[in-house]
């Protein structure tokens, strides 16, 4: 049986830079606990002749084909850009 020990709440936690009170570290322990135990059944299934998948569904890419199509004039793209500079849109800095 899986358990989950508080100072393995604790230290997770801390690497998510999460502040967590007593009462919590003991309520998540608990929780994580039941979800291991919880998954612990799948162990318990026949799975012989199930073939390992990373998805339930056969997906398949559903994206366009990326062909050249006309785009908006520069005039337009001019008039609704907040702030326009030697022919680009200028944002404000990013980094300092």
């Known amino acids: 049986m899986a358990r989950i020990t508080e100072a393995e709440v604790r230290h997770v936690a801390g690497l998510a830079r999460l502040a ?3 009462e ?10 039941k979800i291991l135990e919880f998954a612990e059944q799948l162990d ?6 199930v073939e ?4 339930a569904l ?3 890419n559903v ?14 793209v001019e008039r609704m850009a907040p702030d326009w500079e030697n022919g680009q849109v200028r944002v404000p ?3 300092e």
């Open 52 to 55: 390992p998948t990373t998805h």
């Open 58 to 60: 056969d997906l398949k």
């Open 63 to 76: 994206l366009r084909k990326d062909e050249v199509r006309p785009s908006l004039p520069r005039e337009e």
């Open 24 to 33: 919590e570290v003991t309520h998540f322990t608990e929780q994580l606990t």
């Open 20 to 22: 967590i009170t007593d």
């Open 44 to 49: 318990e299934l026949d799975t012989t002749g």
């Open 93 to 95: 800095a990013v980094f």
